[in-house]
């Protein structure tokens, strides 16, 4: 019944950015906090990064400090995903997800996971 969906992923070259989008369908997201998760294939699914409700409160993957910025607009309802500095490594499927700042880093959601939105970094 909790709905996001994801948007904005792509082919880009290493060093390049991508701006990605989840937004809420059906709901207010003002009330949860999200998260940004990513898998490759044969791999598991890992958080890359989390925002509390209000936006006040922000967390990170070590791999992806420094070159990831997570935001929210809730006026618009949605949450955004800065991408700079992207690396080979980088290429997986994203996610965005309700979660909390305790349980992020453990890929743990609630609700159900969505279409995710592909990222590539080649040359």
């Known amino acids: 019944q909790l709905h996001l969906v994801e948007s904005g992923g792509g082919l880009v070259q290493p060093g390049g950015s991508l701006r990605l989008s989840c937004a809420a369908s059906?709901?207010?997201?003002?009330?949860?906090?999200v998260g940004w998760f990513r898998q490759a294939p044969g791999k598991d699914r890992e958080g890359v990064s989390c925002?509390?409700?209000?936006?006040?409160?922000?967390a990170y993957a070590d791999s992806v400090k420094g070159r990831f910025t997570i935001s929210r607009d809730n006026a618009k309802n949605t949450v955004y995903l800065q991408m700079n500095s992207l690396k080979p490594e980088d290429t997986a499927t994203y996610y965005c997800?309700?979660?909390?700042?305790?349980?992020?880093?453990?890929?743990?959601?609630?609700?159900?996971w969505g279409q995710g939105t592909q990222v590539t970094v080649s040359s």
């Open positions: 925002i509390s409700s209000s936006g006040d409160s922000t």
């Open positions: 059906g709901f207010t997201l003002d009330y949860y906090a």
């Open positions: 997800a309700i979660t909390t700042l305790r349980n992020w880093s453990y890929a743990k959601i609630s609700g159900s």
